[in-house]
């Protein structure tokens, strides 16, 4: 008998995968779906964080397509970056047309500078300068990561990067700083996005292909013996205990160790040191029609208090009652710190209006707030030489870890559903 800790991606995709064998999945919450949740509220759906579904992945692809049917549409991306007052299509470096000329020269300068003299990078700081040049930093990606990661960048990994931001070179930069760009890039410039049910309809359509799924079940204590895992659950206010002969956990690593017993103290001193961020989620329903036609904007800009803004109604009509518009916002804050809600609220919405994309007058029929305390898994410099420790100690233990902050990498919802099956197939 197999156990799965959590149903969020991670643990669906692990039954998924595991067929027929035995198991059971263990979810604290009364909802499978973890991060992929969406949730309704006076008649508009919303993700718990924005969500978009893109893969490279052939596998996971024809996987979540038809897991959706015909409940999935695909999106040509209508991505912008809200900066000095102005909408620069996403990517930044590729759409400079319509930025002051300064900003243009030195964005252009500087990527042929850092071209031309290629400089050794130690840190992420270090790789936006010297590979995407000084005034793309300046301008964007350092203001930008600093609000996203609230982290030192001069004490980040920038291994995580590969494949993720678009690399436009001089010729492509210079169309488009002539407004000419006919050229896509990036991983995401098209997406798929459920047509009902938000993103949590990814989640939900696993749930008919797995079985002995417990809800409202917490995991509170893991003791390892040779031949067994026996793991303490509480479900519906009882305490209950299984025998398992290993297990697949997608429990954060922080919380993980705070229930396995006799944990090894170098393990433990490894897993006090892991970083990643917290969010400040919030969820708006405007009663305007339109308020925009993009499906998200980043901010990088100091004066607005969030980093991303992402409009359900454009992802699917179906997310918004007829006649409204839907928003969802990002504000990040650093790990163990606590963020003040209404004044983040204030901010949020003053901040909205000075985007020009809500009045003074507009009555908002939501506006629910929540706190991810895991959102981002944030590569400081020691995460390379820490976490393949503390993954070969759990492993080594029959917890073979799962998921976003179980394998503690920032992965999106193809490369967890896909590392999943990839463990079951190395470990069961
Ligand atoms: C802000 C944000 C935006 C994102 N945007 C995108 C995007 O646009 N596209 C994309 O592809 N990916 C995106 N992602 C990534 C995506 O959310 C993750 O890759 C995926 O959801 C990870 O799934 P998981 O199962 O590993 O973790 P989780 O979803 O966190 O699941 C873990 C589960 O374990 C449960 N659990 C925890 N402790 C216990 C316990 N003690 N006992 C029992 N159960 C427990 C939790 O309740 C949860 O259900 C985004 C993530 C964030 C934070």
């Known amino acids: 008998m197999i156990g799965i800790l959590g149903a969020g991606l991670a643990g669906l995709s692990t039954a998924y995968h595991l067929k027929n064998r035995d198991y059971i ?62 909408h620069v299509e996403y990517p930044f470096e590729a759409n400079l047309a319509g930025l002051p000329q300064n900003v243009i020269d030195e964005c252009i300068s500087g990527a042929m500078r850092a071209k031309e003299n290629p400089r050794e990078y130690h840190n992420f700081y270090e790789w936006i300068v010297n590979v995407l040049g000084e005034g793309v930093g300046k301008h964007y990606m350092i203001p930008y990561n600093q609000k996203i990661w609230k982290y030192d960048l001069k004490k980040m990994d920038y291994h995580w990067i590969a494949g993720r931001v678009p690399s436009p070179n001089i010729e492509e930069m210079k169309k488009g700083a002539s407004g000419i760009q006919d050229k896509a890039f990036g991983p995401n410039a098209t997406f798929s996005y459920p047509i009902k049910g938000g993103i949590g309809a990814i989640p939900n359509s696993f749930v008919p292909h797995i079985k002995n799924l417990k809800c409202n079940a917490e995991v509170i204590n893991i003791r390892v013996r040779k031949n067994e895992i026996i793991i303490s659950i509480r479900e519906n206010e009882k305490k209950k205990e299984y025998k398992f002969e290993k297990i697949f956990s997608s429990i954060p690593l922080p919380e993980l160790f705070k229930i396995i017993e006799d944990v090894p103290n170098d393990i433990l001193k490894l897993s006090r040191k892991l970083v990643h961020n917290s969010l400040l989620f919030a969820a708006i329903g ?84 929540e706190i991810v305390k895991y959102a981002y898994v944030i590569y400081d410099l020691d995460h390379k030489k820490n976490v393949p420790k503390i993954l070969e100690y759990l492993t080594a233990n029959n917890i073979i870890p799962v998921g976003r902050f179980a394998q503690w990498e920032y992965i999106n919802m193809d490369k967890t559903i896909l590392n999943a099956k990839n463990q079951v197939e190395k470990f069961s």
Request: glycine letters at 4%; hydrophobic letters at 35%.
């Open 25 to 86: 999945i263990f979810e604290k919450d009364s909802h499978p779906g973890g991060l992929c949740k969406s949730f309704l509220i006076k008649g508009y759906t919303f993700d718990y964080a924005p969500h978009i579904f893109f893969t490279r992945n052939e596998y996971v692809k024809s996987l979540v397509n038809n897991l959706l049917g015909d409940n999935i549409a695909t999106k040509i991306r209508k991505a912008f970056i809200y900066i000095y007052g102005t």
């Open 286 to 369: 405007v009663d305007r029609l339109n308020i925009t036609d993009k499906h998200w904007l980043y901010f990088p800009e100091k004066d607005y208090i969030f980093h991303r803004l992402s409009f359900p109604m454009n992802l699917s009509e179906k997310t918004t009652p007829p006649k409204k518009s839907s928003i969802m916002i990002e504000v990040t804050f650093p790990m163990n710190d606590t963020i003040n809600i209404e004044k983040s609220k204030e901010l949020i919405h003053s901040g909205l209006i000075n985007a020009n994309l809500i009045k003074e007058k507009d009555t908002l029929e939501v506006f629910y707030t």
